[in-house]
């Protein structure tokens, strides 16, 4: 590459954003850097040659080599001549502040950086281990920086030792993924991380060539699993790399084509949307880098492949649509309490599921033939204009005065129940077979573990709550004297189904902190699961005129979430309230970042808003009973409302969802709520 040519920018993340560092190409952007001269003087160059080593660099990734760029000359540049580069994670509101002090820009690739030792100034933006930021700034420097271990350190629990046995075992006998579907609290990453430091024992790995491992989370996890690794000392065999959801599409190098403007059918070039551009990306582009282990966390964000963008860039990535080759397909590993209510959500799966379920085909599925793979095995799907639809129950008669009607119903509803237990227990089944890539454990499995108690708090509205329930959406607000927000009354049935479900979770709230109140006052510390923001905003303010501190831990208050949580986790408020439905604790005992212990006071979860995904339920009801400690959880429920039908709907998800990982009572909450049902 001459000195003068032309570097192409054109690299943006799903956001739009520019990728820090990177090229359309998946390559290192060439950008202007400092080199020392051997008198010790230093002069400015243009780069030449370190395009094209670090583009080698790269390539040596994707070509599925372990190890780092350092271990192989990959061009005309020297270590010894080249000052360390530093990239900088600087939102764009304070870039001017980083360039005050001393940090330099490229507008081209939009990257703040730092050339040699970082002055303290700047120590505030440096990239974050493990981050994708720091693996590019890695491989721009052509060495990877070690990470130092945490204060720290965790031993694994039997039961963690057990599941890091189990996934070497699985990846030993040449299995192309694992299933961890433990229930909430049990210690899943922890258990995950000992998994993969054996795999890499078994893929003899080492501090000098580590096992390149991609860590994929919601953004809340990340903090939890640069915390697990630092405090895991056989992790130093792995190359981590930390990213979440949203951010996939940066690991996958665009097809030609992508983004590129068509004409229409008026014969007008128009450019494809942002997302329609993405999902081209996710769809058809190829992986950046050969990781040798990738994981899944919280997998069930996989759970629509197809339909979600996020899902078609995981299944590139992990090179799902391509036959397994053990030693150089990237073995994967999915985790999450909650796979799935319908065997259709256990696509991304595929590989993996459907060897487990008939062994002898050896016909590699990829997750698109997940559908008719499971027409073809008997289960009852079947496909629609959209998509594969499983079975539903019929929804005629369910409120009819006619007998005969009601009785169809019934028969109907049975018969539904009957074909979906059928379905989902042979998932179960073939999971639960002793040499699958399975696990899946609740606390009464482990010694002295307690499984979680679960209790109806019935509400019955009076005269007057029953009139504003049945009002209209308008008028019931100005009841409560709540601000007229977007458009009047609905008109469609989903519309409507989603404001009755606020009227109810409205209505309950005051008794929901009264009953909060209570349980602070008998020495409790209570947990609070909502999904709407004004309820989360009426139980705060009715504690509050109590005295009673509490905290938030919403999306709003996002800067402040992880300072909240600790407040609650030390005793300074005793009430937490929270929309976020996973990634995050707030047991009894928990072992804090600065070395503290959470406090011993029992735990109370209330699920103030039972959600329409019964995977975000089940999620929050985990998030105070965990590691061992028991939090007996509360619904709230107002009679002869939408919350019963809502309750029913989960409970009946709930069940599906037990009968796939193969539970011993998938029955249980059936027999709790029976009196409402």
């Known amino acids: 590459m001459s000195n003068d040519e032309t570097v192409s920018t054109k690299a943006f993340d799903t956001r739009g954003d520019r990728i820090p560092g990177t090229l359309a190409d998946g390559s290192i952007a060439k950008l202007r850097r400092p080199t020392r001269e051997t008198s010790g003087s230093v002069k400015t160059t243009n780069g030449t040659g370190v395009a094209a080593s670090i583009r080698a660099a790269v390539e040596e990734d994707t070509a599925g080599r372990r190890g780092h760029a350092s271990e192989k000359k990959t061009g005309p540049r020297s270590r010894s001549t080249v000052a360390d580069r530093t990239l900088l994670e600087v939102p764009f509101e ?45 491989q721009l420097n052509r060495r990877v920086r070690p990470v130092p271990l945490g204060p720290v350190m965790f031993t ?30 049990l210690g899943k990453t922890l258990s995950i991380t000992a998994g993969v ?30 915390q697990t690794l630092k405090a895991y000392e056989p992790s130093t065999i792995l190359r981590p790399l930390i990213i979440n959801y949203q951010q996939l599409n940066k690991l996958i190098k665009a097809p030609s084509g992508a983004g590129r403007p068509k004409k229409t059918k008026t014969g007008k070039t128009r450019r494809p949307s942002a997302r329609t ?22 997998s069930h964000y996989l759970k629509n492949y197809g339909s979600s963008g996020m899902s078609l860039a995981a299944c590139t990535i992990a090179r799902l649509n391509d036959a ?59 496909k629609g204009k959209t998509g594969w639809n499983w079975v539903t129950i019929p929804w005629y008669g369910a409120k009819s005065d006619d007998p005969r009607e009601r009785a169809k119903y019934e028969r109907g509803k049975e018969k539904a129940q009957g074909l979906m237990d059928e379905d989902t227990k042979r998932i179960g089944a073939a999971w639960a077979k002793p040499d699958s890539p399975f696990l899946s454990r609740d606390p009464t499995q482990l010694r002295n573990w307690p499984k979680q108690p679960v209790e109806p708090f019935y509400i019955e509205l009076d005269a007057e709550g029953r009139q504003m329930y049945e009002d209209a959406w308008t008028r019931f607000r100005g009841f409560l004297k709540l601000k007229q927000r977007g458009q009047t009354d609905p008109k469609d049935a989903l519309t409507e189904n989603l404001r009755f479900r606020q009227k109810a979770s409205l209505l309950k709230a005051p008794v929901i902190a009264e009953h909060a109140a209570d ?29 009673i501190p509490v905290a938030e831990f919403t999306g709003r208050a996002a800067a402040d979430r992880e300072k909240n949580r600790i407040a609650f986790q030390k005793g300074e ?44 339920c089940i999620q929050q009801m ?45 029955d249980y909450l059936d027999r709790v709520f029976a009196d409402m049902l």
């Not at 507008?107 to 693996?135: E, F, I």
């Not at 430091?197 to 996890?221: D, F, I, Q, Y």
């Not at 040798?292 to 919280?298: A, H, K, P």
């Not at 349980?519 to 005295?547: H, P, R, S, Y």
């Open 519 to 547: 349980l602070v006052a008998e020495g409790n510390q209570v947990f609070i699961g909502c999904e709407f923001l004004e309820t989360v905003d009426i139980i705060m303010g009715a504690l509050k005129a109590k005295k």
């Open 622 to 666: 985990g998030r105070a009973h965990r590691d061992g400690q028991c939090s007996p959880v509360e619904f709230p429920v107002i009679l002869d409302t939408v919350d019963v039908k809502v309750m029913d709907s989960f409970i009946k998800k709930a069940r599906n969802l037990n009968n796939m990982k193969s539970e011993a009572d998938p």
């Open 573 to 616: 408020c005793k009430v937490i309230i929270a929309n976020v439905a996973e990634a995050v604790s707030f047991h009894a005992g928990e072992s804090l970042p600065d070395g503290t212990k959470a406090t011993s006071a029992q735990r109370i979860s209330i699920i103030a808003d039972v959600r329409q995904n019964p995977n975000d």
């Open 94 to 138: 304070q870039r001017y502040e980083a360039r005050n002090a001393g940090a330099k820009y490229d507008a081209k690739t939009k990257t703040s950086y730092y050339d040699g030792p970082l002055p303290d100034k700047l120590k505030a933006w440096k990239s974050q281990d493990y981050s994708y930021t720091r693996w590019v700034e890695d």
């Open 156 to 185: 694994p629990r039997e039961h963690q030792a057990a599941a890091a046995v189990k996934i070497r075992k699985s990846y030993e006998d040449g299995w192309p993924g694992f299933l961890i579907a433990d229930s909430t609290g």
């Open 324 to 382: 397994y080759a053990k030693g150089k397909s990237p073995f994967v590993i999915y985790s999450t309490a909650t796979p799935g209510s319908t065997p259709l959500n256990l696509a991304i799966m595929a590989p993996t599921l459907a060897r487990a379920l008939d062994p002898k085909k050896r016909k590699h599925i990829k997750p698109g033939d997940w559908g008719q793979f499971l027409l073809e095995e008997g289960f009852h799907v079947s």
């Open 277 to 298: 551009t993405n999902r081209q990306i996710a769809r058809n582009g190829t992986p950046k880098i050969n990781f040798d282990v990738i994981v899944f966390d919280e």
């Open 197 to 226: 430091c054996e795999v890499a024992k078994a893929r003899k790995a080492t501090k000098t060539r580590p096992l390149k491992t991609l860590v994929v989370c919601p953004k809340g996890a990340m903090g939890v699993w640069r």
